[in-house]
Every structure is written in structure tokens, then in C-alpha cells.
């Protein structure tokens, strides 16, 4: 399930460090609340307290993209390139680049969307050939539109439409639309027909 080659990780002793006085100061917190009977106050801090835990050990970490070599942070579960906007995770110890074949349970790989929206003529839940559409809706404040997302004869829902905030400093950033799929076969090809200067630039980067 991984491919190209893997990229040493590194830990960010600082932010370790910030979650883990997090996490104490929310236990410390939790079991206040429990000795003073306020139980479900006191239960909801000690799930958030466990996730920072989490954050603390996995969150922390540090490596390079291995398309393009732009440093990433905070390695928590599946990891977005800002750059070149590729997917990866740590797996045995090292970054690497999702495979081609890879497909998520869920749809969460989030491809930004520009004015064209072309989209491949594979299955956004599989990446097999495409045999039909399905017909996706957003509505926001700053944008509306619908999509026809590509899918084979055998999957349904293999997609969402959604929204993120656009990079950069401020507190009101604007959203962005971005199509949240399972395939990263078709997220690739997502990439390559919309982002053709982007995927360039990254194989130049590694040639």
C-alpha cells in the first residue's frame, strides 16, 4: 500500500512537548471536574486529553514530501502535500507516497478544485474505467455548483463535495471547494488533467 521512495521522519521535540502539557493540564482538569461530581464534563475532557496523547505521539513528526521535497509537519494519519498536493502517510517507520492502486474506506482524499473541474474517466471509489456519474451539489457563502463525478458499474457515494479554508494568514480565511474521493488512482489523475504545471514541476524536482 506504499510507494516511491520512503522519507526519513523526524520528531518535533517542541510540539511534542505542547501536547503532552496539554494532555496533562485537560487530565489534571478532567479529574478536578470528577472529584467534584461534574462527570460529563470531566468525560468529555478525558477523550480530548487521550487525543492529544495521540497528537503527541504521532502528530509531532516531521519529513519531506517524497514528489517534491517540501517539508511537512504533523504526520497524523493521511497527509496532504501543500506543494504538490500528493497524499502519504507513515508506514513502517518512514513517509512515503500513497500507491496508485490505494483506496480509502472513507472519502477523504481532498482534491482543490479549480474553475475547469475536469474530471478522469475512472471510478472515484476504485479507479477502475468509469461507467456513469453521479451528480454532486455544494452550497456555501462564497460559492454553489454542482459536479458529475465519475463511477464504475459496481460503486455508489464514492465521493463528497466539501469545503476547506484557503491557505494563508488571518483568522477569516475564505473556503475553498475541494472533491473528497477514495481512490487515489483517480486522485491522481485528478492532478494531471487539472494541475499539469504542478505535476511537471514535481517530476522535474526528482528527475
Known sequence: MIAGRPMPIHRSWLRTLAWALAALALF????????????LIAGFMAIFAVGAVAVAGSGSYLSECPVCGTQLRGLLGLTRCPQCLRYGQVTE???????????????LLAFPLREGREMPALCCACGAPAARAENLRIIRLEFAFDLDVPHCGLHTHGADLD??????????????PVLKV??????????????????????TTHA
Open 93 to 107: 517507520g518512514a513517509y512515503y507516497e500513497l500507491q496508485p492502486d490505494y483506496v480509502n474506506k472513507a472519502a
Open 182 to 203: 477514495k481512490s487515489y488512482a483517480f486522485y491522481q489523475a485528478c492532478l494531471k488533467a487539472n494541475y499539469p504545471a504542478n505535476d511537471r514541476r514535481a517530476m
Open 28 to 39: 489534571a482538569g478532567a479529574a478536578f471536574l470528577g472529584y467534584s461530581h461534574e462527570y
Open 163 to 176: 469545503s476547506e479554508p484557503v491557505a494563508g494568514k488571518g483568522r477569516n480565511k475564505a473556503l475553498a
